[in-house]
């Protein structure tokens, strides 16, 4: 093996999980906020008739694409265990940045520098991307720098499909039944919200989601959507002394009277939650402030709720003909509850990531994964490296190597799972 890859197996699997991801990110399969219908857009089916035509090309003979936008696709085990484990990553791209005309760059043993993208001036600087400062020797693919790269989560597509044409092609590497699914519209929260678990059919799964090698995560936030509507009184401003009140400006009152030093996504790290208010839309007449409330602890996030509550209350106290409605939505929990109880599924993992040789890294996620609400649902779904970074930004880059190591820790976790203690514990399970 040739350094920097972790093994031969991640160099052998490089070039078909290249090409792969370089024909996905090509095609435009950015989400949009306003669903209608699954999925929210066209073009994430345009990607779901490729992947299901590259399983079946593969030998997964089932690979289909549903009428949400669902693909799924099994692979057979051939360690006659009986055991059913999932494999996911999600189709879609953020509705974030840029999405259409993805064209990819790869830039072959990355001597350390900056990276000049050639459009718009984008630029990678190592001096603020700690990760990018490790991966001198990388092959690093990156967009053109006008776009996103969409690594988030094409690198998770296709690790797991190059995985599993190489399982396929190797029946004598050992492997339990693998159940893929490709799911739609993650990025705006309902990557899970057709996902039919019933008829997927499997123990337990991993989403190939994550980023940095050998991190996998266990943990989410638990979060909540805030949405506040406000009615003022809205008059001719030429005849408004002592009558109008602009709902706009208590709107305004309320985001400044929140803290602005701590509790905001840029003041807090690790396992500290936030109030970030991610819209300010209205008029005189009305306003609508949006926000996501987010923390690892149930009852801290239940505090931060309370606390924007008795401040939208304390400035509404200052307007007593203005109104104000306050709405709150749960939008996924901490995955950990659910995971909790079935440890071998995170162990397993562990010790997927350490066969690849790459120290495995627990992280808590400050996000959801489409695991968050499957685990909820009852299928413990923990989440995994994929070897992308700089999500949902026109900088996104990936490591070749990375995603190699991933796809060959998938193949790892196959094998793993056929090993007895893991059937024994899964059987003691149920
Ligand atoms: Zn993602």
Known sequence: MSPPYTSELAEALAPDLLRRFERYVRIDTQSADDRRQSPSTPGQLDLGRVLVEELAAAGLGDAALDGNGYVTATLPGNAGNGLVIGLIAHMDTSPDAPGAGVEPIVHREYDGGVIELPRQGTRLDPQTMPELATKVGHDIVTSSGDTLLGADDKAGVAEIVSAMAHLAAHPELPRPTLRVSFTPDEEIGEGATLFDIERFGALCAYTMDGSEIGEFTDETFSAQEVVITIHGVDVHPGYATGKLVSALRLAADIVAGLPSDRLTPDTTAGREGFIHVSRLTGSAATAEIRAIVRDFDEDRLAEHVALFDRTAREVMARAPRATLDFQVRRQYRNMREYIDPVPFVVEAAEAAISAEGVEPVRVPARGGTDGSRLSEMGLPTPNIFTGGHEYHSVREWASIQDMA??????????????????????????
Do not use: D, G
């Open 405 to 430: 190591a991933a796809a060959a820790t998938v193949i790892r976790l196959a094998e793993i799972w056929t090993r007895p203690e893991w059937s024994e514990r899964a059987a003691a399970n149920h």
